[in-house]
């Protein structure tokens, strides 16, 4: 039975990476200074913002399956909260 278990742990552990993996954006300021912003949105297509409790499950769920992007999820709430002055629960494409 553990062998069982451990296939579809595994299978269901792909498939979590590459649903997060393909919401994930990437995003540039247009203004100095320069930063990139990267964070998995919930849908790529018809819903791209960033939203800070998804953010956190991510950066969790991420220190798992990939570190270097868990960090730098974190880095750009950090870093949205230091660009706008403020914290809030959703933010919307274009970040400067």
Do not use: W
């Amino acid at each position: 039975m553990e062998g069982i278990f451990n296939k579809s742990f595994f299978d269901l552990e792909k498939k979590a990476e590459a649903l997060l993996k393909n919401n994930l954006i990437k995003e540039i300021t247009r203004n100095p200074p320069i930063q990139e912003f990267v964070y998995i949105c919930p849908n790529s297509k018809s819903d791209p913002h960033q939203y800070l409790l998804d953010s956190c499950f991510h950066v969790i769920v991420n220190c798992h399956l990939d570190i270097n992007l868990a960090k730098k999820e974190f880095e750009t709430d950090l870093d949205y909260m230091f660009f706008n002055q403020d914290f809030r629960h959703i933010k919307k494409g274009g970040f400067g």
